[in-house]
């Protein structure tokens, strides 16, 4: 049987030290247990970035390539990366009879960022902001130039959704709204990946023409790697 100091207070206290005896019970003598995200969001180790604001959304690139990118984070030494949302929200569909595309890919190996688009400092999930992130991200307003994947399976196709698989019409648009409904990537609902120091995340979305225009987000875990492994 577990001995302890009991407290009521959700989270730890300054009082209460680094001892592990130290955990949270409520009025009910019940055993507190933080799920693993928020403890993360709590210690300031969640990040966010997004593509479009407001009623501005983005345009998109041609379709998905590896070396043609919507949306890049490149991980660093040290840092290990744990993805836990991804979504792309479609606003505009192409004018013509084309299909649209998003896909979230992770590079076991490298970082594939090499020109283009605009740097995103992430901001943190705690709006105090007491960690920086260690990523390098980018995001799309012109094309950004990845440098080629690592071979499959470094190069690691993680989750896919068709944004849409024509221009709009009676008979598909049901569908294209439900693919507008789900996200791209939960780590809810998908098994979760951790990059591991240098590896890249990375989001495609496009189509074969640039009339498509889309909202976007990411957001992961940040943790020392020398606490993972």
Known sequence: MA??????AGYRTATD????????VNKRQELIVVDFWTQLVLEGRMFHIQL???????????VPDDILVWCLVDGQAGT???PSFVDITLTTFANTAVTGDAMLEIDRAKNRYT?????????NLRTDRPRAS???AYVWSTDIVASAKTAVPGSIEIARKKLFDAAPTTTNEPSDFLANLRPLYTVATQPAVAIVGVGSMIIHAGCATADTYLYGMAQWAELPTSAVI
């Open 115 to 123: 020109s283009g688009g605009t740097a995103y400092v992430p901001e």
């Open 52 to 62: 479009g604001t407001e009623n501005a959304p983005v345009n998109t690139t041609a």
């Open 3 to 8: 001995t302890g100091i009991a407290r009521n």
């Open 17 to 24: 030290g680094q001892e592990v005896s130290s955990f949270a």
């Open 80 to 82: 290990t990366i744990i």
């Open 134 to 136: 260690n990523a390098a």
